[in-house]
Structure formats: C-alpha cells, structure tokens
T-cell receptor, first 113, second 117 residues
Framework: AQSVTQPDIHITVSEGASLELRCNYSYGATPYLFWYVQSPGQGLQLLLKYFSGDTLVQGIKGFEAEFKRSQSSFNLRKPSVHWSDAAEYFCAVGSNTGNQFYFGTGTSLTVIP | GAGVSQTPSNKVTEKGKYVELRCDPISGHTALYWYRQSLGQGPEFLIYFQGTGAADDSGLPNDRFFAVRPEGSVSTLKIQRTERGDSAVYLC???????????????FGPGTRLTVL
C-alpha cells in the first residue's frame, strides 16, 4: 500500500535561516508527489508538484523540492525562511493504481525572529 | 475570482443527529473531492466526484456517510447518526481537469469544523 511519512512533527527555525522538511513515500512505481501548505484559517495551498523529468522542482514562495528515487524522498527546501512561512506543511502522493491520493501527517513550522 | 467555499464554517451537533456540509467548488471545475482531517493528522480522502457521479467513494468510512453532487457543481456531504468520532475538519477541494485525481492540482476550501457532543 502507498504511504507518506513526514518524520518531523514540529520544526523551529530562525527567520532568514534555511529550511528542509522531510518526506518519504512508499510506492511501487513512480509516484506523483506534492507539497501543500496550510496556514491558520486558510485552505491547503499547493506549493509544488513532481510528476516526471527534472528531479529538482521549483514552486511558489521560493520553495523547491528534490525527488530522490534511491531514497524514496521528496524533501522540501527554502534557502531563507520568512516569518510568514510559519504554517503546517503536508507532503502528498498520488497513485495511478486505484486512483488514490494520500497525505502525510504534516510538519508544523515555527519561525522565530 | 472566488475560491472553494464551504458552509457552515463550524457545526456543533449532538450524538445521533444528522448533519449536512456544503461545498461550492470553483466555477467550471469538474472534479470535486471531500477529505476529513482529524486533529494532528493529514487530510484523509473520503470521496471524489467527476461531474455528477462519484468516481471513487472508497474512503467513506461507513454507510452513515453519503455525498451528492446532483448538478455537477455544489456538493453536500451527509452524515447520519453522528458519533463523537466523526468530529473533525471536513475539507472540500475542486480541480479543473479530468486527468485523474492522483495528479490534478486540487484547490481547497477552508473546511467545516464538525464537533459532535
């Protein structure tokens, strides 16, 4: 069965510092991978997605993610975090066998001045 | 342009009651999805509509849950004989394409927080 693991429940970084949020997936074939952000009182918003091709994907708000098949990972990165990036981040995987879509449990990001 | 809207934003009900949660998707979006998000968890898929029909309802937890989309736009999630375990945020999303929901970009509403006392 497909699954998504986000090992870090909560991360705290200083404003201006770099950020990496981890995501590991379990899937037999090439997955369709997504990162969503959920700010308080707001709906989930897509940051970026990977289907195929270049394994380094650029998204909105200065985020990027790298697909590493050998590590079954799709980690989200940002070189310099802003206070407005404080939110909950979800990794998700789509499966074309059985038409399924799975979210991880999320990583809560706190940004300190 | 309006995004996905959900009403009510909050719903408090008593165990055993019936509730309806409404979702208005982005105009023109053919696909509509319902998810349930429990505290501290990621969204959990419930059902996916393509037009008026439920293309995949494998995530509905039991027969107390039912959803409709009679005109291919607005959808209603219906929960009968509510239980305390049904308390969660119910999210709705829509997408414009028919590429299969495992690869579409989904646009989410703010959710309805359901509390069953």
């Amino acid at each position: 069965a497909q699954s998504v693991t986000q090992p870090d429940i909560h991360i705290t970084v200083s404003e201006g510092a770099s950020l990496e949020l981890r995501c590991n997936y379990s899937y037999g074939a090439t997955p369709y991978l997504f990162w969503y952000v959920q700010s308080p009182g707001q709906g989930l918003q897509l940051l970026l997605k990977y289907f195929s091709g270049d394994t380094l994907v650029q998204g909105i708000k200065g985020f990027e993610a790298e697909f590493k098949r050998s590590q079954s990972s799709f980690n989200l990165r940002k070189p310099s975090v802003h206070w407005s990036d404080a939110a909950e981040y979800f990794c998700a995987v789509g499966s074309n066998t059985g038409n399924q879509f799975y979210f991880g449990t999320g990583t809560s990001l706190t940004v300190i001045p | 342009g309006a995004g996905v809207s959900q009403t009510p934003s909050n719903k408090v009900t008593e165990k055993g009651k019936y509730v309806e949660l409404r979702c208005d998707p982005i105009s023109g979006h053919t696909a509509l999805y319902w998810y349930r998000q429990s505290l501290g968890q990621g969204p959990e898929f419930l059902i996916y509509f393509q037009g008026t029909g439920a293309a995949d309802d494998s995530g509905l937890p039991n027969d107390r849950f039912f959803a409709v989309r009679p005109e291919g736009s607005v959808s209603t999630l219906k929960i009968q004989r509510t239980e305390r375990g049904d308390s969660a945020v119910y999210l709705c999303a829509s997408s414009p394409s028919t590429g299969g929901f495992y690869r579409d970009t989904q646009y989410f509403g703010p959710g309805t927080r359901l509390t069953v006392l």
